[in-house]
């Protein structure tokens, strides 16, 4: 917002392990105007709980619109790295300009993120995610780079996914540079997915049990207000944005609301009939 950021990171120490922490945490962030922090202007302390991965989503508000800062965190004796995020202009102000990149379908196994380096180059304001932050799919060992381990499936399984995707540096970069403002689509659950229903015939109850899980993942790794936790296997994430008069971004939840296609699974439909769709 233009007077508010989010502030998001998860403790890891075994990434790739489940996290690798078991008891709550507390987390020291600190928020200054200069990236050496002779000016620090909000700082505070949160718990980071077993119960959202260590995640920490911290709103720091009274902040100055249109303006970059700079942030990090400290836990445990280890300081992170500095990280950049900005507010946007004020209501009624009209920016010079707005730039931003659009993101969306980051299969790790189908390359490297040679666009994240490129959007390293550019003065940009923040980048937006439209969805397919990560990929369900079990490792491809003929795959230019490949997951580990298989599809994911439990909380742990998405917890290690996410974990994977953000060790890649040209994304972590990007992270620590740019503001994301994120939505999701598909994979972050499974492949053409739709509200309640598998695409590809997992029963009700186990797969209304897996998207809680995915849900629950994605809103520990995302840049997401604390308000956003999921629910009872459901969470709001549609939401709308303004970059003061010059630009208004709505940002659409396509998947948990979404009707069943009809003539499933998909990829059997393609060229046979479906009446469904006369």
Not at 102 to 123: E, K
Request: proline share 6%.
């Amino acid at each position: 917002g233009a007077q508010s950021v989010i502030l998001s990171t998860r403790l890891a120490p075994d990434p790739l392990g489940g996290g690798g922490l078991t008891s709550p945490v507390r987390v020291q962030w600190e928020m200054a105007d200069d990236e050496q922090f002779a000016h620090i202007v909000r700082r505070g302390s949160v718990p980071a709980r077993p119960e959202d991965g260590h995640s920490v989503h911290v709103t720091v508000q009274g902040l100055r619109p249109d303006r970059w800062y700079f942030y990090r965190f400290q836990a445990q004796g280890e300081v992170s790295r500095v990280g950049r995020t900005r507010t946007f202009p004020a209501r009624g102000e009209l920016a010079a300009r707005m730039r931003f990149a659009v993101v969306s379908c980051q299969d790790y196994q189908n390359g490297f993120y040679a666009a994240y380096n490129d959007i390293l180059q550019q003065d940009l304001d923040c980048i937006v995610h439209t969805g397919d932050y990560m990929y369900e799919y079990g490792a491809n060992p003929t795959a230019v780079r490949s997951h580990t381990g298989g599809e994911t499936k439990t909380l742990t399984d998405y917890r290690n996914r996410y974990a994977l995707y953000k060790l890649d540096a040209q994304l972590q970069e990007c992270h620590a540079r740019f503001p994301f403002i994120a939505i999701w689509d598909d994979h972050e659950v499974q492949d053409n997915y739709a509200g309640p229903v598998s695409e590809y015939g997992v029963p009700a109850v186990e797969f209304a049990q897996r998207r809680t899980a995915a849900y629950q993942a994605y809103y520990e790794n995302m840049p997401l207000r604390r308000s956003t936790r999921p629910h009872r296997g459901r969470m709001t994430l549609y939401r709308q944005l303004n970059f003061g008069r010059r630009a208004r971004l709505f940002m659409l939840d396509g998947r948990q609301y979404r009707t069943d296609q009809p003539c499933t699974p998909i990829a059997a439909s393609v060229g046979a009939d479906c009446p469904a769709t006369h």
